[in-house]
């Protein structure tokens, strides 16, 4: 049936989240400039069990509490800090890398040795730039007797400089284009692996994007993810779950943005009253509670309709066509409340007194994070109108707009 | 408690046989009644008969069948979880039933927005005398009516001028109502007046004024841009003597704000509906464009030009989902007895939006196909019967207004 409220279980997690994201906002400008969170409140989110593991079953070493609860986590910590959920201790992002790609051995393995406050984990997808002459990555793995050679370079690899372990994605199959692309784990310490210098970034300051350097890496056959029976297919639903874990902090940045803006229209007064009661900011606002309504309550539809496809109880093709709404509504709905935000403020939106301008910058940001909205626009095309899903239209390749992962 | 947006199976079923009588059966009679401006009885009878034999919950057949026998929609929370909630079946079963024809929910027999203010303020006595004149139409069908705009006076409700004075045992109004639904055929209609408008709200009153009453007449009968099928007519009140049994709640109900209460109270439940038909409405244009891409173009390759179509298309849809979610949540709401006036409002105001523009980016896709080919012209009667879900029940300014005093609560006007 039709449900809206979250169980007993997941409301408890969100008011303790809630208390941190609190602590989060206090500091936000100084977690920006430290480009990190402080250590003490990173051990307090990994002791309430955010770091990537929520959603993966139990049986890969994950929390098996499903993507309801991560994306619900994920929403309330940004909250606070929409820059937060990325610099977390633990897997991150490469907990679902593993758990739609690897054996249940493979995930269970990695997640159990990145579960700490103090480790981390990475995922290095995009290139510098698309490939000249054909479809696929520039980054090559080729056999070495059992083993495998990784050489090229990977862009956008957040959180680069503090992972212990990376899913690197390569192509083992020139020829065969999108299709004949493979991932492997691998090891900070591996020979030939160097992490480029720190980009300096537009948002999301506190977790770094960079560069990864691969020059003739070898890594055993153990290292392969094989990706299930399609691969292309499983790195989608890693992609699409990510995207919504990243859609959840869109939804958080929002909130964040409305609340100020809110408080801001109240207070400051102009002609004599509240400029929140003049009808072009009182329908600005009212049209960014409306977005954030729509976002908050999509991207949660999606996820539950991802737990339930993984019982059967629902189909992946509706799974999939909810979050391509879903991720699209709310990076543009983030995107719009940090610029009315900061263009409700007025002047004193553009000062950094303010978090507002943060907002808008970290919008912008987590809208090429995962999925862009154009990318999740032409998967929901394609879903529906039912035709095949190309690897080279639904995932976000690099021929397309590269990603930070 | 779990967050979860499957339909129970019962709701399923509801929605399934909808769907397939709105497109199978209604849908190829639509473009008919719109040139014809209405619907025969006879498919009318047959309509609300298959809908009773169809035994959907109280409120499951749209605006018209909300509480057709009078009887309060409300259910124990053991039949809600069973049934789902009777009001988020509602606006599940009117989104589909608008897939077929959008006119055809305003033309069903029954109480209309009429049912909401009798059955809301209406003593027992006037609930029993009015809603009984629906119990047995086999003779012919009957209407109520809810006749609140006026020709000076439409979202600002406070303002109208039609005025009501008390003559020994009779009330007598004076006035125009105009844009009223089913207004001429209606057996009654619930008309809203004033003892003096100096008064404001608390001067209102509200009448149910039967046909036949002396003084009532109906003016003209509206061409309209769209929802052709459905009447819309202008109603005239010259010294119309309406008996005080009339007089919805009695005296005693007017001694404080109520009246104009009941006047809006209508709208907290209406507005889901009327966003659901909406973005029924906007759906049907967008699955009649998908199909129409999906034989023109190969859209699986990322060549650019198709793209730009891909992605108007998911707009369009992602835009119905937000506004469903928006509607789902507001009917929820209300099944729950938790105030929605602000989940209502952004209910109808995403989905006349959302629909509007899904009807306007179909014809663009089909191109001139959209507007002129013959076997398309459902998307021009579409992209006609939309605009106005914008308008009416509160156009999306009014909705506006609505949302930004729930934010702002010491917001009391512009």
Known sequence: ?405 | MTIEFTLTKRQEELRSAIGSLARNVIRPQSLGWDRAHGIPEEFLLRFTQMAASMGGTAGAWGVQGLGATGEEASESAEKKKKSGGAMVSTVVAAEELATGDPALLLCLPGPGLGGPPVRGSGTPEQRERFFSVFKDMSAGLKWGAYALTEPGAGSDVAGIRTSCRKEGREWVLNGRKCYITNGARASWNVVFATIDPSLGRAGHRAFVVEKGTPGFSVGKIEDKMGLRASETAELVLEDCRVPEENLLGGEEKYQTKEGFLTAMKTFDNTRPLVAAMAIGIGRAAYEHAVDFVKERYVLSRPIPRYAAIAERLARVGRDLAAARILTLRAAWLADREIANAKEASMAKAAGGQAAIKACMEAIEICGAHGAVAEDQQLLEKWFRDIKVYDIFEGTGQIQRIVISKRLMPDLRSF
């Open chain 1, 1 to 405: 049936m039709i449900d809206f409220e979250p169980t007993e279980e997941q409301a408890l997690m969100v008011t303790a989240v809630s208390q941190l994201a609190s602590k989060l906002r206090e500091r936000i400008r100084q977690t920006e400039r430290d480009h990190g969170l402080p250590a003490e409140l990173r051990l307090a989110a990994f002791e309430m069990g955010l770091g990537g593991g929520v959603a993966v079953p139990e049986s890969h070493g994950g929390a098996g509490l499903g993507l309801v609860t991560a994306v619900l986590l994920d929403e309330t910590l940004a909250v606070g800090d929409p820059a937060a959920p990325f610099a977390l201790g633990g897997p991150g992002a490469l907990a679902g890398a593993l758990h739609e790609l690897g054996t249940p051995a493979q995930a269970s393995e990695w997640l159990g040795k990145l579960s700490s406050a103090d480790r981390c984990g990475a995922v290095a997808w995009s290139e510098p730039r698309a490939h000249a002459t054909r479809a696929g990555f520039c980054t090559t793995a080729t056999r070495s007797g059992d083993d495998w050679v990784l050489s090229g370079v990977k862009a956008f690899v957040l959180n680069a400089d503090r992972a212990d372990a990376f899913v690197v994605f390569a192509q083992v199959d020139e020829a065969a284009g999108w299709a004949g692309i493979g991932a492997f784990i691998v090891e900070r310490a591996a020979t030939g692996l160097t992490v480029g210098e720190r980009k300096v970034t537009l948002g999301l300051d506190a977790v770094g994007a960079f560069d990864l350097k691969l020059d003739g890496v070898k890594v055993g056959p153990a290292a392969r993810l094989a990706g299930g029976e399609d691969f292309c297919r499983s790195a989608l639903r890693f992609f699409v779950k990510e995207a919504l874990k990243v859609s959840a902090r869109a939804v958080g940045l929002s909130q964040a943005a409305f609340d100020a803006s809110l408080e801001y229209v109240t207070n400051r007064r102009a002609f004599g009253k509240p400029i929140g009661h003049f009808q072009a900011v009182a329908f600005t606002l009212a049209d960014r509670a409306m977005d954030l309504e729509a976002a908050r309550h999509m991207v949660r539809r999606s996820a539950s309709l991802w737990d339930a496809a993984a019982t059967g109880a629902a189909s992946e093709r509706d799974a999939l066509l909810a979050s391509a709404q879903a991720v699209s509504m709310s990076l543009e709905g983030a995107m719009r409340a940090g610029d009315d935000a900061v263009q409700l403020h007025g002047g004193a939106g553009f000062m950094r007194d303010y978090p507002v301008e943060k907002y808008m910058r970290d919008a912008k940001q987590l809208g090429l994070c995962s999925m862009t909205k154009e990318q999740a626009d032409q998967l929901g095309a394609a879903v529906a109108l039912g035709v095949a899903l190309d690897p080279a239209v639904v995932l976000p390749t690099p021929d397309l707009q590269a990603v930070f992962t």
